[in-house]
């Protein structure tokens, strides 16, 4: 009896009950802290489990990198320089031709079927009544995604000794004195090529388009335009030459026959006109007299990064880059081809809409011209001051 008198005098000490409380309530604690971590493992290892992309960080994303290339790149008009990092596509490689014209076809791309390491634009031009079957033709080619790749350097003219025997050309400078040569010759002389990467986009974008004026390198005259796209096959994992077309809106129906007149005869008007900065003395005689030859294209930009405004400045051509351009392109003889580019009202004065009202008709105002399509430097001379001239990039 003296013994159980004792214990329930020990159990109401309060030093004891002190000891028991503090032991249960670091175990309570403990054993929430310990729930808690296993909830934050649990919820990890679901994400990683429902996510795919999600990677542990001793696990880097894995990147293709290609073998670097011994080729000089040239550096595209932009400032862009193509980059060595390659998707993990393979390129499907086939031939494709397209009429611009009477008696004339345009030609992309090598019948070659296991060249699967890019897509070899090899562009070829052929004008059934040409007075030479020796003629130059050079190409300028505009992409809307992917720089193109180039495999020499522009130091060399078409008519060097370099080219001897060669007839088609890449234009990669404003003027058509700075070409090299566009056709595939071998492995490492492989003209122009497309080869998509992640830096680009990749995969995400899929394909890309390309953008082709012809012109004759000997007096600047431009003998068609053409688009090409190139289309990703999610299928097979692999790039082709999907389509290639005439790309005058009279072909594509981006314009009715009734607007693109309108343009063609504001065009007219625009080089004959001239302004306070420079006349061409172009007669609307002489232009008329080219009306079979013009090309209206869509171009969605510019042809060159600098171009003249309607008062005659010198202005990036990233002024315009939220307009949808069409550029009517009129030749002259002596003169190469002129341009003059336009875009809907509402995106010429800075807005984004064509329209500013739904159902209003679309209003096509002039943005901007290039002088003349010049086809030497020399040819610059003649019409601008040496301080354009630097604007330009031809001194």
């Not at 109401?12 to 503090?22: D, L, Q």
């Not at 679901?46 to 990198?65: F, G």
């Not at 008696?103 to 052929?126: K, R």
């Not at 040569?181 to 899929?206: C, K, N, T």
Request: hydrophobic fraction near 35%; include cysteine; glycine fraction near 8%.
């Amino acid at each position: 009896m003296k013994k159980r008198t004792s214990f329930n005098q020990f159990c109401r000490n309060p030093i004891v009950i002190g000891i028991i409380a503090f032991i249960m309530i670091t175990m309570i604690l403990a054993f929430v802290v310990f729930s808690a971590q296993m909830e934050a493992l649990l919820k990890a290892s679901q994400k990683h489990e429902s996510d795919p992309q999600a990677r542990p960080p001793d696990q880097p994303e894995e990147t293709v990198i290609s073998p670097p290339s011994n080729e000089a790149v040239i550096i595209s008009e932009d400032g862009n320089q193509p980059t060595k990092i390659r998707s993990s596509g393979t390129y499907l490689n086939k031939l494709l031709a397209v009429s611009t014209g009477y008696g004339m076809t345009f030609s992309l791309g090598i019948d070659q079927q296991d060249a699967s390491d890019a897509i070899y634009l090899n562009p070829h031009f052929e004008y059934a009544y040409a007075g030479n079957p020796e003629e130059e033709y050079g190409y300028l080619i505009r992409t809307e995604r992917v720089p193109l790749e180039y495999s020499e350097t522009s130091d060399a003219p078409a008519w060097s000794e370099k080219h001897r025997g060669l007839t088609d050309f890449a234009i990669v400078g404003r003027t058509y004195d700075k070409v090299v040569s566009a056709s595939v010759q071998s492995r490492d002389q492989f003209g122009v090529r497309w080869i998509d990467s992640p830096a680009y986009g990749g995969l995400e974008h899929g394909g890309d388009t390309v953008r082709i004026l012809i012109i004759r390198i000997s007096d600047g005259t431009l003998m068609g335009a053409v688009k090409a796209e190139i289309s990703y096959d999610y299928g097979t994992r692999s790039y082709s030459i999907s389509n290639l077309f005439n790309s005058d809106v009279s072909y594509t129906g981006e314009l009715t026959g009734g607007q693109r007149g309108e343009l063609v005869e504001e065009t007219i008007r625009i080089l004959v006109q001239g302004n306070a900065q420079m006349t061409l003395g172009i007669s609307k005689e002489e232009l008329e007299a080219q009306s079979a030859s013009v090309v209206v294209d869509h171009p969605q930009r510019t042809y060159y990064s600098k171009l003249y405004d309607m008062d005659g400045n010198i202005v990036s051509s990233g002024r315009y880059s939220n307009c949808e351009i069409y550029a009517v392109n009129i030749n002259c003889d002596g003169y190469g081809f002129f341009t003059v580019y336009f875009a809907p009202e509402p995106q010429a004065n800075g807005l984004t809409v064509q329209t500013l009202n739904e159902g209003e008709p679309l209003k096509q105002v002039p943005i901007g011209y290039d002088a003349i399509a010049p086809f030497t430097v020399d040819s610059f001379n003649r019409f601008l001051l040496p301080e354009d001239m630097k604007h330009f990039g031809t001194d």
